[in-house]
């Protein structure tokens, strides 16, 4: 693999069937840059190398776009995607950067990483990023973020039935919430089925992806909204993590 070339993000995106840019690609490897270097002076992700980082994070983040048209084909012209527990960015910033027709709320609690990707946004002149600076279940209860969103993605290692209540009530009826995960997700469904339904939503499929170069499992969970969530949820973070629905 020739880090510092585009070769491999632009053999990824040709095999995730993604048409992009030369203004992409460079501002995707901008990203990666950025990443590795603030990487050294705070704690944005575990993998430190750029390979590692590359792979494991940017190209598995680039990999939803294989279903682009069964996540993103909506009606309308407010496209509003919610990335919760975003990190460094991710999945938010790599899907921004190829997707410039939505705009991207990307939320996490550490400020250290908002002002991060604050000064990622004003480096590469991204335009369709807002950065949320909270904890989800208290975003959720203000009426601009509830069942405001089109698609809510969440890429954060949280254990399922945690996740679908910082998440649910964040999207709109008719939306999707999408799950980044591993294998361990098919035994998490089996074990919690009433969670989503408590919560207004319905698990509607698995969506496998090989991401290239890295030997791992991957997959989608989609789970759609199909009712208003009840005004109790989600509950304060500690409840949750002490009874999980």
């Given amino acids: 693999m020739k880090l510092g070339s585009s070769n491999i993000l632009e053999s990824s995106l040709k095999e995730f069937g993604v048409c992009f840019s030369k203004i992409q690609v460079k501002a995707l490897r901008k990203y990666l840059d950025m990443v590795y270097e603030y990487n050294k002076k705070i704690n944005l992700t575990g ?48 899907l ?10 990307l939320l996490d609690d550490s400020l250290k990483k908002i002002n991060f990707l604050e000064t990622v946004v004003k480096e590469l002149n991204i335009k369709n990023v807002i950065t949320l600076n909270g904890r989800a279940e208290q975003l959720a209860k203000i009426i601009d973020y509830r069942e405001a969103f089109n698609v ?28 980044y995960k591993s294998k361990k997700i098919i035994g998490e469904i089996k074990r919690n089925r009433d969670s989503v ?43 949750i993590k002490k009874k999980p629905l």
């Fill in 197 to 239: 339904l408590n919560l207004g939503g319905r698990i509607n499929s698995l969506f496998e992806v090989k991401v290239p170069y890295l030997n791992e499992y991957r997959s989608f969970l989609v789970i759609k909204k199909v009712k208003d969530s009840p005004l109790i949820y989600p509950r304060s973070f500690n409840k």
């Fill in 96 to 105: 921004s950067i190829l997707m410039d027709n939505w705009v991207f709320y």
């Fill in 47 to 94: 993998t430190k190398d750029k390979e590692g980082i590359l792979i494991r994070h940017i190209l598995d983040s680039i990999s939803l776009l294989k279903y682009k048209k069964e996540f993103f084909t909506i009606k309308g012209k407010d496209k509003k995607l919610l990335d919760v527990g975003t990190g460094a960015g991710l999945p938010g910033i790599p």
């Fill in 152 to 179: 809510v993605v969440s890429r954060a290692v949280a254990k399922y039935n945690i996740l679908v209540e910082l998440t649910i009530p964040f999207c709109r009826i008719n939306g999707k919430i999408i799950f």
